[in-house]
Structure formats: C-alpha cells, structure tokens
C-alpha cells in the first residue's frame, strides 16, 4: 500500500450506483478526494451522504460503478484478505452519525480498547495507547463509566476516541457536530482543525455551514444521489440560489440593527428588512 | 362432573386452560361494558345459586351421583358472557375451598360447564324461544330443552376427556397414568346419568325458574331475549334491574340454601370423582366397578394420578368442616361459607373494574406499558447499583471470580445445610459482609428479604397447616392445625430463600456487571459470547429506551381513551416498529465494529489479575462453605 503521498488520490469514484431496494441513493456517482484534503459534504437529509461514507469505509459495496482506495481497488473480496483489511482499517476510521450505535462496549475504556485489540496489538501497547488517548481527549475522568450512561457530547467525544485510538490519517465523519450543544460542537471543530493542520485526510459530512471555510477546504454539494456543484466553501456559500434549491438555506426574516456591521460568517437572505 | 386433580394428564390441563382463556378475556371484555350495579349483584346471585345447585346430589343409575348445574337459568338471565364468569366463580370456589374439582383441572371443568354450558344453552334458547314473547309459553319450554341439552354437551365434553386419558397417557409398563377408563367406558357412565336424572334435573330448573320469572319480574328475561315483543313488559328507561326484582331470587337463593342438607342424603361418589385411596378401598372399587359397565378399575390408583391429586387440599375438603360433627350443619355451613365468598369475590371484582371505568381521564397505562417502565427502572436500578459497587468495601476489593465462586459455594452451602442454626449463622455472616461492604441493611430489607418473604412466605404459609406432626395450636374458625414440624419446613423454606437471596444481592451490588462478565471469561467462556451478553445488556437499554419513549409519544398525541382493541392494535405495531428498529441497530452495529477492525472473530482485554489476597479470600469462602455444610448435616 501506497504510503502517504500529496495530492495523489485516496479514494476514486466512478459512475457509481447504489440502490436501498427501490431506491437509488447514488446515481452514477463520479467523485476523487487527494491525501491531505478536506473535503465536507453538503446535502439535504436523505441525499447520499451517509451512504458515501460507507462506501469509504468499505461497509457498504455498490451495486456498479469502481471505487478504488489509494489506487487499489475497494471490494469486498478484496477486504476479506487479512492484510489488506487490517492495513485498510488502520488507516480509515468512521465516526457514525449515532453515537449509540459506535458505543457498544461495557466501559470507555473498553471501547477505546476494542479496534486495537480486533488488531491484535500487544496488550501493553494498547493499555498505554488507551491511557494517553484519554487524557489527550479529556475523557480520563469516565475511563469506567458505562458509554451508555454518559452525556451526548460525552458519548460523541469516546465515539471520536475509539476511531482516534488507531491513528487513522483518513477520518470520515457523518455529522460529528450534530445534536451537540455549543460548547460541545467547538470542541469537536477545534479537533477538526488541528486534524486538517497536521495533514490528515478528511470527509465529513455536515449541515453545518457557519465553520465551513475553517474545517473545509472543498465542498462537494449533493442534490439526490449526485454530485451538483463542487468548490470552495465560500464559493458555494455565496451561491445562495443554490444552497436554496438543495435546502441548505431558507428565506427567513432576520434584522439588523441600523449601522451594525454584517456578522454572518455565511450569507443569509435578508427578506425581512 | 367436577374433574378432581390427577384424573387428566398435565397437557391436557394445559390445553383446557388454554381453551377457556379467550373465552374468560372476551366474557371480562364484555361485561366490563356493563358492569355497573345492574349486573354485579345478578352475576353473583347465579354463580352462588350455581354454586349450591351442584351441592344437591342426586342418585343415577349405577351407583353414582350427579347434580344440576345451573347455566341454564344463569345464561337466560345474564347472557352467555356473565353466565361463563358466574359459573367459573363457582367453580373456583368449590375446587379452592371445597376441594369439588381440581385445581389443575379448573381450566377443563370451566371449559365444560361454564363455557361450553353457557353457549349452548344460549344458542339453544335463543334458536327456539326466537320471536316468542317474554311470557310465552314457549320461552319455558326453550329454557328447559336449552339447560337439558346444555348440562349433557358438558357431560359429554367431561366423559371424552376422562376417556381419552388412557389411549394417551401410559408408563412404561402399559398401566394408564391418569385417567383409567376409556372412551367406551367413561361416555356411557357419564352420560346415562346426564341424560336421565341430572339432564332433567337442569331442565326442571331452568324451565321452573323462566315461568317463575315470566310472573314476577319478566324484565329478567330481557337480556337474552332482545328481539321479543314489548307487549307483557315495556322496556324501561335505562334498562336498569330493579333492586326488588332481584330480591325474589335472592329468596329463592336463600330457600335453597336452607335445603341443601337434603342434598347429602344421597351416597356415593359421582363417577370419575373417586379419591386416590378409593382404588384400595374393596367396598369404593365395586362400587367404581358397578358404575364402570362392570370394568374392576386398576388395583392401585394409577401413578399420575396418585402425584397430582395430592396437589390441592382445600381447607373444607368434601364440605365437610372438621369442626362440625353434625355431617347436615356442616354441609349447610359449607354452603353458607361458599355463597358468602362468592358474593365478596364478586362484589370485589366489580371494585375492581368499577374505579377503572370511572376515573376515564386518568387512563392507566396497559398491563404490558406498567411492566415495560417497571422493567426499565428496576434495570437502570441495576445500573444506580454500580455506585455501591464502585465504593472502597471489602467485597468491592474482592476479585470477581473470587466473589463469584464464593457466593456460589456459600450458597450451595445454605440449600444442603439441614440445621436452622446453621443457616442463622450464614444469613448473620452475609448482614457482616454487607456492612463492612458499606451495603445499606435497608437495601437489603427492601431489595431481598420483604420480596423474598413475600414470594416464599406464599408458598411456605400452606406447609405451616399441611405437614403433619405434634400440633401445637389450632387456627380459630377454620380450624387448621399449626403443628411443629409444619412451623420448621416453613421456617427452613424461607430463610434458605433468604440466605441464599442475601449473597445473590451482595454480589450483583458489590460487583461491577462488566467484571462479572470479564469473570466469566477465566472460567472458559467464548470471547464472542462474553462480548454478546455484553453487548445484550447495552442495547437492551437502549431499545427499551426507545420503546418507553414510543408509547410516551403515542399517549402524549392521545386525547381521552382508547379502546381495548385498539389499544391491542398500536401496541401489535408498536412491537413491529421496535424489531424493525432493533433489526436496524443490529446491522449498524455490526459496520459499526467492522469499522473498527472486527473480522468475526472477538479480543478482549482480560485486565483481571488474581492477587494471593484473593485465593486467600477464595479460600475463606471456601472453607466456611465447608464448615457450614458439615454442621448442618
């Protein structure tokens, strides 16, 4: 497997199709994401996002269409093989939208355990590697805690974790930030930056458009299984027509008071003035 | 016709339960509509006049003894659906106190005369008494043939059930367990008594009783007879029974009471009604044979037979109080006795469905919502609990496997000790351990022993009466003795339940669930069915979470009340809805791990080390497991 070379392509798309029984959630999808990147996808509820990032992740496999990982093709026969997968695993995480889903452990600390156990790292390894996690993510403090039992931002911050625990360089993130309160939702874009600094590859799909140009340096618009813009983000959050016809944005009465200055990071319709 | 305990196999008790099931749920569902004061004091009137009819024994042909049974006056009075929980009642009442019917049998004997009985005699009366009006001379003539036909489908529903037994139910060796007589045998002996004496008995009452009622009160008549004309008797506003109405019955009640006795006159059992010890009794086994188309009946009662009957023993066995020694007072008294708890049971039953129906806003949450949050909060109970597991006790230091090996030993060391002492000693060593391991006595109190007596002190309350030995008192009224030996099973039954109880709780409180499960793993169990139970006890939360907050959102859309049938059908979808969504979870769940590396096959961090302490702790459990079995011997 390739090691981490810029700007060559980590994952390639071409003409795929997924279908839910009858219904296609990606129509001859066409889409490339280079080392490096970070790219956010942008969508109505329902448009493809999710399903995209299965597919990444290779849990799900599409029905046509090729996707190839660094340059070798993502299949599933291709996953069955030991070291492939291993490799393939190590280096790509997914933080799931549902937190409840990604916490199935008794405790965090096993939950931060189970990837790098499945990986048959030495015990030793993974108890220091474990620990360290936990106090760089602030979590040391609900190490026996049932996940369960925790907050939404507290589960959200252990699900990171327990992708985190492996070093992927790839992160494919289904709305990290959604649901989370304020406090909650900076942390998480505070993590997101230092990633996209340190030159760690990532996707995440999201709703959130005001820290889009901090966490994003590309955006990919979906509109029902298809790609319908691609740019940088403050391209695209100045095509207001746009983020209107895939339900970004709606018009919405919003004042100003007289003389203050426009504080929108993104663009708003002023209807009501 | 009262099956006693041991005469039908256990599957086929199960059968006949499950048989009169629907037929109890609908009768209740039904009467619910209307049970306001116009049915209650009817319902219990007829299941005590059932009650006491069947009380009166009349000699058949053959040796044997048979009675009426009632349901023909109580179905044209009440309707099918209150004559079926009228006649159960009194059926439940001479099987409980009286000992006439069995216990395991009560489902079949329901089934036959209340059930059965009530919807034939329904559907007969209705089918021939049609259009005639409430004082027709018809109406008498439908009522007689409608008890006539109702009393012998029961007798024949009885005598295939009896007959079936042996063809079914053999040991080893060919003898018949249950039942000893066959098809050929027991149809005949039924139902030549039910179609003679018995068949006419309940054809005279129940037709004497509709031309009583055609004079007295016919409104009586109205329920069953909708479609007759208004002409003898308008309807009333309201529909409602007039308490004076019902006041001529209750006389009638009354008179048959006082006469009873006359129904003892007649010796001899009914058939199929013989005690275990009548198989090797010579003056009771011709008599059986006499009745039996002359078939000597096996030399010993048949096995199943001798185990089950000896499975109930009412406290007023055969009507005959053990204090009374004037056999006709005693069988009044027991008739006394019987309608008094009858009119009690009922007019406890329409309390209990009463306040229901009158407080409709506050709508009770279903059987089924009740136990859902009760299983929710008494799971996240079990979480809470972790708290204590988490404090610095001594059992909380004990290591996992030592508590859980040690909890088992010293529990098998509370079943095999014989001396009450001995068990003192270990419930005194586990209140010791509870608080050096800052366990709260109130916990335990709370948590095991009031429920632990509750369920035991149940169960153990009937061996204070029933185990023979040196009496030591008698109960007043009843008349129960309290022996010795009574008061020591009891004693035993409910300590060792205690005991046992204690250590149980001391381990789930001072243990964390994930080290038990983590425990489980030193004693070999697979990684993958460790990480399962796991994974159980995690989304079981989860899914009963979601499941709570379905019916929270369904009752907060919810304006007034809903009907049973309804609510029946949301709850049905809410279920599909709930394994649809647990069906989801599952398959995230699995990318979830596979994500993360999982290839079918399970790691786990086994971060659990023995220390000498604990084989030192290992040991003393050990040990005193052992020392309390030896002294108990």
Same mark, same amino acid.
């Given at each position: 497997m390739n090691a981490n070379r810029p700007n060559s392509p980590v994952f390639h798309l071409e003409d795929v199709v997924f279908r839910y029984g009858a219904v296609t959630a990606l129509d001859g999808f066409s889409f490339e994401v280079n080392h490096g990147e970070s790219v956010a996808l942008l969508g $109505? /509820? +329902?448009? +493809?996002k999710s399903t995209l990032l299965r597919i990444l992740a290779g849990l799900s496999f599409p029905a046509a269409g090729r996707v190839t990982f660094c340059g070798q093709a993502l299949t599933a026969e291709r996953l069955a093989d030991a070291s492939f997968s291993t490799q393939f695993r190590r280096r790509v995480g997914l933080l799931f939208q549902n937190s409840e889903v990604q916490l199935? /452990?008794?405790t965090v600390f096993d939950e931060l355990a189970f990837g790098p156990l499945q990986l048959e790292w030495p015990r030793d390894r993974i108890r220091k590697t474990v620990s360290d996690l936990l106090e760089v993510m602030g979590i040391a403090h609900l190490k026996d805690r049932a996940p369960h039992r925790l907050s939404g931002g507290e589960k959200k911050r252990v699900a990171l974790a327990s992708v985190l625990i492996l070093d992927p360089d790839i992160l494919l993130l289904d709305e990290p930030t959604a649901a989370l309160d304020p406090a909650s939702q900076s942390q998480i874009f505070d993590l997101l930056i230092s990633w996209r600094n340190s030159g760690r590859t990532v996707i995440l799909a999201t709703h959130d458009l005001d820290n889009l140009e901090d966490i994003a340096g590309r955006c990919a618009v979906f509109d029902r299984g298809r790609i319908v813009a691609e740019g940088a983000p403050l391209d695209i959050l100045h095509d207001v027509a746009l983020l209107e016809r895939i339900q970004l944005v709606r018009p919405h009465h919003h004042k100003h008071e @007289?003389?203050? $200055?426009? !504080?929108?990071p993104h663009p708003h319709l002023h209807t009501g003035e | 016709m009262h099956i006693p305990d041991g005469y039908l196999s256990p599957s086929t008790c199960g059968v006949m339960y499950f048989l009169a099931l629907p037929f109890w749920s609908g009768a209740l569902i039904r009467l619910k509509a209307v049970l306001s004061t116009r049915v209650v004091p009817l319902l219990s009137l007829f299941a005590a006049f059932s009650f006491v009819v069947m009380m009166f024994n009349l000699p058949l042909p053959g040796g044997t003894t048979g009675h009426a049974v009632g349901m023909g006056i109580a179905t044209i009075v009440l309707g099918p659906a209150a004559s079926i929980l009228a006649i159960s009642i009194a059926l439940l009442v001479q099987a409980l106190f009286f000992g006439d019917g069995g216990i395991s049998t009560f489902g079949a004997n329901c089934f036959n005369m209340a059930i059965a009985g009530s919807l034939v005699a329904y559907a007969v009366y209705r089918l021939v008494g049609a259009g005639a009006s409430l004082t027709a001379r018809r109406r008498v003539f439908a009522a007689g043939v409608a008890g006539y036909i109702a009393i012998n489908v029961s007798a024949l529903l009885a005598a295939i059930e009896f007959g079936i037994q042996p063809a079914l139910f053999r040991d080893a060796s060919g003898a018949p367990l249950y039942c000893p007589y066959p098809l050929s045998v027991s149809i005949p002996a039924m139902m030549i008594g039910h179609l003679t004496f018995a068949g006419l008995a309940e054809l005279i009452v129940t037709a004497g009783l509709v031309s009583y009622l055609q004079r007295a009160d016919p409104s009586l008549l109205r329920i069953t007879a909708p479609? $007759? !004309?208004?002409?003898d008797c308008p309807r009333e506003a309201g529909e409602a029974v007039r308490w004076p109405a019902a006041r001529k019955l209750w006389l009638i009640l009354a008179i048959v009471l006082v006469i009873t006795p006359l129904g003892i006159v007649t010796a001899g059992s009914a058939? +199929?009604?013989?005690? $275990?010890q009548d198989f090797e009794n010579p003056g009771a086994r011709r008599e059986m044979a006499a009745a039996s188309r002359h078939q000597a009946p096996p030399s010993h009662a048949p096995k199943g037979l001798q185990r089950l009957s000896s499975l109930w023993t009412a406290p007023i066995s055969g009507y005959a @109080?053990?204090?009374?020694?004037n056999a006709y007072f005693g069988y009044f008294a027991s008739a006394m006795t019987g309608v008094g708890i009858i009119i009690l049971f009922v007019l406890f039953l329409s309390r209990v469905f009463r306040a229901r129906a009158r407080n409709p806003k506050r709508q009770r949450a279903s059987f089924l919502e009740k136990t859902m949050s009760g299983f929710i909060r008494a799971t996240q109970h079990a979480i809470f609990a972790e708290d204590l597991a988490r404090s610095d006790g001594l059992l909380q230091r004990f290591d996992p496997r030592v508590k859980l090996t040690g909890t088992l030993a010293l529990i098998v060391a509370c079943v095999a000790s014989r001396r009450l002492i001995v068990l003192a000693a270990l419930l005194l060593f586990a209140c010791l351990l509870a608080f050096l391991s800052h366990v709260p006595l109130k916990t335990l109190l709370v948590r095991v022993w009031l429920a632990v007596l509750g369920f035991t002190g149940l169960i153990a309350l009937p061996a204070v009466f029933l185990t023979p030995g040196v009496m030591l008192a008698r109960v007043p009224v009843v008349d129960w003795p309290i022996t010795v030996q009574g008061l020591r099973t009891a004693a035993f039954l409910i300590l060792r339940a205690e005991t046992a109880g204690t250590y149980s709780l001391l381990l789930i409180l001072c243990t964390p669930w994930i080290r038990v499960l983590k425990s489980l793993r030193f004693f070999r169990v697979p990684a993958l069915f460790v990480l399962i139970v796991g994974m159980t006890y995690r989304y079981l939360f989860l899914l009963l979470q979601i499941a709570e907050e379905m019916f929270e959102a369904r009752r907060a859309r919810l304006v007034g009340v809903l009907q049973p049938s309804e609510r029946r059908r949301l709850l049905a979808g809410t279920a599909g809805v709930l394994l649809d969504k647990s069906l989801q979870l599952s398959s995230e769940v699995h990318a979830a791990m596979q994500a993360r590396g999982y290839r079918g096959e399970v790691h786990l961090l086994e971060d659990i080390r023995m220390l000498p302490a604990d084989w030192l702790r290992l040991g003393a459990a050990a040990g005193i497991s052992v020392l309390a079995i030896w002294f108990g011997r």
């Open positions: $109505a /509820n +329902g448009c +493809g199935f /452990n008794a @007289p003389g203050a $200055a426009q !504080p929108h | 479609e $007759a !004309p208004d002409r058939w +199929g009604e013989w005690s $275990a @109080p053990r204090f009374v020694k």
